[in-house]
């Protein structure tokens, strides 16, 4: 963490494409660590965070609000705008679930079938 | 020791690699150990290159090198059958070939070097499609998350990744392997249900999770539409017995008699993409 602006800084802590969520929830203990009641999440140079990880990053974030003792407030700062985005798809959908999962239409064959049907 | 003779099709078409792959692995008893017969490849698609590694990293198998010398240096090129496992060996081997990708080992145990040179796969894939401007979320996406599944499901130790662009044809092949517990095993072991391969599959579609954590189980499902939908390709993903083949039109549950991959293999085949893509339609 830096001494002087209390950030963590994503692209140095874990890469500048994020995609798995334990590298994201061990950022816990970074926060943790932190004196200060609120930590920002610095994404100067990371270019892409994936959906998962950006559902742990919130995640993370609630817990930390949520806390009894040492709630801690994250910000995430210097975001990109297609990491902008990717939070507020995840946030929207955290925030207002869809109840209905998609309907599954899946045709049945088997190898042979497949096979001899590109064939032709 | 078993032999298998491994003897892909003159097309390249993507089912007729699957094909291939069903070929090569019929009549396997899992974790046996056989001998793969190459002598008689010209070449070889990822679908089916990735997980012969694999398989051969996880059961000490063996092969016998091909007679044609192009494939020889080819595969020597791209490290197979064990792959590279670190950043350094990764940029160390772009620097010297700067055509070709190497076979991928991310490792479990080394969290910030697996993230570290996934970031570079992608980074590589993203730049032999050409760096379409506003299309790397699209690359980037199906990538990270199968792969997060790796390591958040399968409870195997190793992931396998791998890439080869066909700068003629214009299209990327991508293969992402596990050798770790299966979707089945997976609903088994988390959840306590007793499902088939074919269901597993189904629930993996349908987005149920086998983690409590609400608002999961959204990324084979918006890969695959990622892929499919979004970038016009083609996406199968196998565990155990069955098969999930998906286009942008279609798609199909193959069942596969004799045969059964312990793990998930996922394969996958996008154009060059023309232009942006925005991927966020999908991920809702």
């Avoid at chain 1, 816990?28 to 990880?53: C, G, I, M, Y």
């Avoid at chain 2, 396998?160 to 979707?183: M, N």
Wanted: glycine content about 4%.
């Amino acid at each position: 963490m830096s001494k002087t602006t209390n950030a963590i800084h994503i692209a140095q802590q874990i890469a500048k494409i994020v995609s798995s969520r334990d590298l994201v929830y061990k950022l816990k203990k970074e926060v943790l660590k932190s004196k200060e009641p609120s930590v920002q999440f610095d994404f100067t140079d990371v270019e892409f965070v994936s959906r998962s990880a950006a559902h742990e990053f919130l995640m993370l974030q609630e817990e930390m609000q949520n806390r009894l003792f040492k709630k801690k407030t994250i910000q995430f700062t210097n975001t990109n705008e297609n990491i902008k985005q990717m939070f507020r798809v995840v946030a929207a959908n955290l925030a207002m679930p869809k109840n209905q999962k998609p309907e599954l239409e899946l045709k049945k064959t088997d190898i042979h079938t497949l096979l001899k049907s590109v064939s032709i | 020791m078993k032999h298998i003779q491994v003897v892909p099709p003159n097309d390249d078409d993507f089912v007729q690699q699957f094909g291939a792959l069903y070929s090569v692995f019929k009549n396997i008893d899992s974790g046996e150990q056989v001998e793969f017969d190459l002598s008689q490849t010209h070449w070889l698609h990822p679908i089916v290159l990735l997980p012969i590694a694999a398989y051969m990293v996880k059961t000490n198998s063996q092969y016998i090198q091909s007679g044609n010398g192009d494939i020889n240096t080819y595969l020597q090129t791209i490290c197979f059958p064990h792959g590279i496992h670190s950043v350094t060996e990764f940029e160390k081997n772009a620097q010297m070939q700067k055509s070709y990708i190497p076979i991928s080992v991310l490792e479990r145990k080394n969290e910030a070097e697996r993230e570290h040179l996934e970031t570079l796969f992608e980074n590589m894939m993203y730049k032999i499609l050409g760096s379409v401007p506003n299309a790397q979320d699209a690359v980037y996406h199906p990538i990270s998350e199968l792969v997060t599944n790796i390591f958040d499901h399968s409870k195997g130790e190793k992931g396998f990744i791998f890439g080869q662009y066909y700068p003629k044809k214009e299209f990327l092949d991508i293969c992402i392997v596990d050798t770790g517990r299966g979707l089945k095993k997976a609903y088994k072991d988390e959840k306590d249900i007793e499902i088939s391969d074919e269901e597993a599959i189904q629930e993996v579609l349908k987005g149920h999770s086998t983690k409590p954590d609400k608002e999961r189980g959204y990324g084979v499902r918006t890969s695959k539409d990622v892929v499919c939908k979004g970038l016009g390709g083609k996406f199968l993903m196998l565990s155990g017995s069955v098969a999930l083949i998906s286009t942008q039109s279609s798609q199909e549950s193959v069942s596969l008699p004799h045969f059964s991959w312990q793990g998930v293999i996922i394969a996958y085949r996008i154009p060059k993409p023309m232009g942006p893509i925005d991927i966020y339609q999908y991920l809702e």
